[in-house]
T-cell receptor, first 118, second 115 residues
Framework: AQKITQTQPGMFVQEKEAVTLDCTYDTSDQSYGLFWYKQPSSGEMIFLIYQGSYDEQNATEGRYSLNFQKARKSANLVISASQLGDSAMYFCAMSLPYSGAGSYQLTFGKGTKLSVIP | GAVVSQHPSRVICKSGTSVKIECRSLDFQATTMFWYRQFPKQSLMLMATSNEGSKATYEQGVEKDKFLINHASLTLSTLTVTSAHPEDSSFYIC???????????FGSGTQLSVL
């Protein structure tokens, strides 16, 4: 069974500083995907970044980067130059192996609430 | 980008009534749609997976007669909470997958409150 662990219920960061949100995962599959989603107070889930288990390079998307350490089974999200609008819940998620049908079922961690301080 | 529309965003109903929640992919055909439930300050728990034209696959512990899912077309899936009770009060959110796209697209969620 797959499991995602986010050990930080809440984090504070000063505006313009960088912050790392931790995520560890457990799976016996060799092929999997790791995702980070942002959920503002309005409720929608916003895709941030994706890392495939076979990707050798760490994923980056603008101010977001994923620190992927496969041996440690960790996929930490790094947000650089934090902005007030970054205040939200952040969820780490893992997908089941690609089935070929174009659909991914996600398992989510419990989330980390990030608060950016002016 | 791909847009998933979910309605209603908020619904309050009396105990014993049924509530239907719609999830539409506006600019793409969704091969698969997923329904999640989220309690306050908790994670998203997958309830069921639906593919167009076939019966939904429910996760263990989710009552299929309680939470009816219909995926009638490649752009529409509905979740009906039948005979709702206060314990069904929760945030329900749908997501859709687009062929050959690595990520899921989420609706904006529905806050259900059963009195």
């Amino acid at each position: 069974a797959q499991k995602i662990t986010q050990t930080q219920p809440g984090m504070f960061v000063q505006e313009k500083e960088a912050v790392t949100l931790d995520c560890t995962y457990d799976t016996s599959d060799q092929s999997y995907g790791l995702f980070w989603y942002k959920q503002p107070s309005s409720g929608e889930m916003i895709f941030l970044i994706y890392q495939g288990s076979y990707d050798e390079q760490n994923a980056t998307e603008g101010r977001y980067s994923l620190n992927f350490q496969k041996a440690r089974k960790s996929a930490n999200l790094v947000i650089s130059a934090s902005q007030l609008g970054d205040s939200a819940m952040y969820f780490c998620a893992m997908s089941l192996p690609y089935s070929g049908a174009g659909s991914y079922q996600l398992t989510f961690g419990k989330g980390t609430k990030l608060s950016v301080i002016p | 980008g791909a847009v998933v529309s979910q309605h209603p965003s908020r619904v309050i109903c009396k105990s014993g009534t049924s509530v239907k929640i719609e999830c539409r992919s506006l600019d793409f055909q969704a091969t698969t749609m997923f329904w999640y439930r989220q309690f306050p300050k908790q994670s998203l728990m997958l309830m069921a997976t639906s593919n167009e034209g076939s019966k939904a696959t429910y996760e263990q512990g989710v009552e299929k007669d309680k939470f009816l899912i219909n995926h009638a077309s490649l752009t529409l899936s509905t979740l009906t909470v039948t005979s709702a009770h206060p314990e069904d009060s929760s945030f329900y959110i749908c997501s859709a997958s687009r062929d050959r796209d690595i990520k899921l697209f989420f609706g904006s969620g529905t806050q259900l409150s059963v009195l």
